[in-house]
Every structure is written in structure tokens, then in C-alpha cells.
């Protein structure tokens, strides 16, 4: 019996000390200290019971394990399963891409597109506009966090990302279909798109809602009425990097926005070329260069679901993503939307809204808004922010329990989270406790600067 409980007890100790080790390497060092000083005491206690009690070691280790097998039993019985996202088909409406802040910035004063915006589609926004078009570009000097080199690396990305979206139409194919099967050509856009580099991938019919009314972004094709080409969307992810996002709000989150943008826009292009190239029509839809809203499409094909926030939250990396998708007349299989708790959970977290510096995410209850009953966030204030900053910000998705690293710990609270209404509770009180309610982060890797380092004349 007391060799059992001798190894009962560092059995619980090793997976307490794989957790603070695991918590270091994410650089979470309070869960880390926490954690440690859990697993002094809890040694302390069972050792301590064992050799001053040692009658009561049976009882200790029935009770403990008996706990431990329960709680796994009760917290994966699927109890208050998660209500999905509401959307009214009858009051869905589809949404103009000149209102999105980015395009609005690009507006010229003097331009036919600056006055038609101005003074015929939005006077109301126009002073707030030109004030916020006079501040600097996000990145350049005047924002609290801009910098000489460390700025550069995503604006440069940025300006390489413009300098190649016009491949995201291949245009007219060149040859005939090749005929495919719905199946077989699934199974070769799925894997050819993981091969390339993307986390997930999913497939959805094209509906009107998914497809903005004109294009806004760019000011070349500004204004063009649109709807849907094409029968199908592909929709895919790629993950950022934890250690990148973890230090928001400095510049190596919009550094890691930028080059997984990048990276995910490549993947597009090449898609969308494959499937030109087999005879299909096609568009990649990417940075800077969208006729789609990748939230509803990332919905619907049941990448994720939406949260509080405005941004898809997927099942293994929370809002710790970038999407972009791929449209096309090629036939293929439809996935489904996936319900795993995520709108129980946003409902009472709140963190992101709590944390937000400009105050841009909703802390009330959801609202309908074309049709789809959810969280609206401010999108002119979150930008006006970014450019306060000189970075992206990117707090709320660092602050998000959904965004922990995809390792063994976290997979197991993901596991009971997405079954049980208690299992989320507890762990947001788990993550406060461990993670704190407002965490914050300063590490940034070695090739970013701590001090300008520049010469001077």
C-alpha cells in the first residue's frame, strides 16, 4: 500500500510539474510560480499524511482518485450544451465594403470617391474621418510603440502584400473542366491547401449575404457593384505564432498579423491558380483584396464560431488566426457549422471586452444586426487605437482563453469546455486564477530592439 502510495503521489506531483513547465515555456510565468508553490504544498500535505498518518493513506488515495475520475465524468457529460449563433434568414442583409474603416482611409480628399462617400453614401462619418486620416499611418513616428526598424518589418510586409493581390484573380481559365467528382475534388483542394501551409480548411455554399453589395478597399475598382460568381467558398486558416501575439500590444503582434496575411495570401493565390488551371473558375480572397466576408464564410463552413470580439474563435487556437478564402464554380462537398460552447462562454467571459484599451468591444448582451444576433464591436474606435499605438494592438485576441498554445494541458480543458456549461465556468475561474484577469506581456524576441540602436551623425 505505500508503494501505491508513494506513486500515486508523484504521479500527481510530475503532472502538476508538467503544467509549470509547460507554462514557462509559454512565458506565463505567474501560472508557472503558481503552479510550483500548488505542487509544494500538495506534496507537503500527501507525504506529510503518509508518514504521520499513515492509517489514513488508503482513505487519502480512494478520496483523491475517486475526485479526480468523477470530475472527468460529470465535466464531459454534454450539460447546458451552447445555443449556436442566431441568424434570421429572413432578415439577413449583405453589407457594403466602402464602410469598412481601412477603404474609408484610403479616400483622397478632392476625389470623386471621397465626395461621392461623403457626400452622398456617409456625411456623418466625415469629420471623424479626416481627423483620424490627419493622424499618422499606423507604425509611423507618433504612435506610443512606433519605431525606426521594429515598425518596418510589418509595413513592409504590407506593402508586399499590395504589390501582389492582383493575382488573386487568375481570370478566365485557359482550358477546359477536367470532371471531378464532388468528393475527389474535395479531397484534393483540402489537401493541397494543408500542404501549403493552412491549419484548417472548409468548404460552403456561396450565398448573397457572404458577398459585400460594392467594392471599398482599393480605390482602382472602388465602387463596383458585386455579387456572387461563383457556387462554392473555400475557407481556410493559419495560425500565429503564440510567442508573436503573446506581446501585445508591441509591434511583434502586428508583425505576426502581417506575415501570416502574407503567408495565408500566397496559399490563396496558389489555390485559386489550381483550380484555373483544372478548369474552374476561381478567386482568392485576401488581404486588402476581399469581395467576400471571411466572419460569415469561416462561420458557415464551421472553421469556428464567432465571438464577442468580431472574430472567428476555432476549436484549437481560439481567435489566434487569420482566414481567407478561395471561390469557385468547382464542385465540391459542403461542411457544416460547429457549435462548441463558444457563445455560452463569451456571454459571461468578457475578458476581451474588459481588457480592450479604446473600449471598441461590446461588454452588453448581443443585438441583432442584418439578421444575425450577435456582439457588434466599434470598429472606428478600435482604429482610431491602433494609430494612438502605432501597432495593431491585438490585446484582445492575446487575453482570449481560447488563444492558449494547442498542447496537452489545454487540450484537456478544451475537451470539457466544448461538452459542459460548468466545465467553461471553471475554467475562466481557472484562468484568472492562474493567467490573471488582465494579463499583460512585455517579451519581445531578440531581432526586435529594446532602444533605437541607430547611429547618429
Known amino acids: ?17 508538467g503544467f509549470a513547465v509547460t507554462s514557462f515555456f509559454e512565458r506565463e510565468n505567474r501560472a508557472g510560480f503558481f503552479t510550483l508553490l500548488m505542487t509544494f504544498v500538495f506534496a507537503c500535505m500527501w507525504y506529510g499524511t503518509g508518514f504521520f498518518l499513515p492509517a489514513f493513506t488508503l ?10 475520475i468523477f470530475g ?16 434570421d434568414s429572413s432578415k439577413i442583409t449583405r453589407f457594403d465594403e466602402r464602410h469598412v474603416i481601412f477603404g474609408r482611409m484610403k479616400l483622397i480628399k478632392g476625389t470623386s470617391q471621397y465626395e461621392e462617400y461623403y457626400q452622398k453614401i456617409n456625411p456623418g462619418i466625415k469629420r471623424f474621418d479626416d481627423n483620424l486620416r490627419s493622424m499618422p499611418p499606423v507604425g509611423d513616428p507618433g504612435g506610443t510603440y512606433a519605431h525606426p526598424l521594429d515598425s518596418r518589418y510589418f509595413q513592409a510586409v504590407f506593402k508586399y502584400i499590395e504589390n501582389f493581390n492582383s493575382l488573386a484573380d487568375p481570370g478566365q481559365p485557359e482550358r477546359d473542366p477536367i470532371r471531378l467528382t464532388p468528393d475527389e475534388a474535395t479531397k484534393r483542394v483540402k489537401g493541397f491547401t494543408k500542404y501549403l501551409g493552412a491549419l484548417d480548411v472548409r468548404i460552403t455554399a456561396l450565398k448573397d ?21 461563383h457556387k462554392y467558398a473555400i475557407v481556410f486558416s493559419i495560425e500565429m505564432e503564440h510567442q508573436m501575439i503573446h506581446s501585445a500590444p508591441l509591434s511583434p503582434g502586428s508583425t505576426e498579423t502581417a506575415v501570416k496575411y502574407m503567408k495565408i495570401a500566397n496559399i490563396g493565390i496558389s489555390l485559386a491558380t ?18 467576400i466576408l471571411n466572419t460569415a464564410l469561416a462561420h458557415d463552413a464551421g472553421i469556428g464560431e464567432l465571438g464577442r470580439l468580431g472574430l472567428i474563435i476555432t476549436p484549437t487556437h481560439g481567435p489566434r488566426i487569420r482566414l481567407a478564402a478561395v471561390t469557385t464554380d468547382l464542385p465540391l462537398l459542403e461542411d457544416s457549422p460547429i457549435n462548441f460552447g463558444v457563445q455560452h462562454f463569451c456571454q459571461f467571459c468578457k475578458k476581451c471586452a474588459d481588457n480592450c484599451p479604446s473600449g471598441a468591444i461590446d461588454p452588453d448582451e448581443k443585438k441583432q444586426i442584418r439578421g444575425t444576433t450577435k456582439w457588434q464591436s466599434n470598429m472606428e474606435s478600435c482604429y482610431q487605437y491602433w494609430k494612438k499605438l502605432g501597432t495593431d494592438c491585438t490585446i484582445c485576441v492575446t487575453v482570449c482563453p481560447y488563444s492558449k498554445p494547442n498542447t496537452f494541458y489545454h487540450r484537456i480543458v478544451r475537451f470539457f ?22 494579463p499583460r506581456h512585455t517579451h519581445k524576441p531578440n531581432w526586435f530592439a529594446d532602444e533605437p540602436g541607430i547611429l547618429k551623425d
Open 72 to 87: 472527468a465524468l460529470f465535466f464531459s457529460l454534454p450539460i447546458g450544451k451552447s445555443a449556436p449563433l442566431k441568424i
Open 59 to 68: 482513505h487519502l488515495i480512494i478520496t483523491v482518485w475517486s475526485a479526480i
Open 274 to 291: 489550381y483550380i484555373s488551371e483544372i478548369g474552374y473558375r476561381s478567386r482568392a480572397h485576401i488581404d486588402g483584396n476581399y469581395h
Open 417 to 438: 469546455s466544448s461538452r459542459n456549461a460548468l466545465a467553461r465556468r471553471l475554467a475562466l475561474f481557472m484562468d484568472d486564477v492562474f493567467y490573471s484577469r488582465s
Open 209 to 229: 449575404y457572404h458577398v459585400y453589395t460594392h467594392t471599398g478597399r482599393r480605390l482602382d475598382d472602388w465602387g463596383q457593384p458585386l455579387e456572387p460568381e
Open 1 to 17: 500500500m505505500q508503494i501505491f502510495f508513494i506513486i500515486s503521489g508523484l504521479f500527481l506531483i510530475a503532472g502538476l510539474c
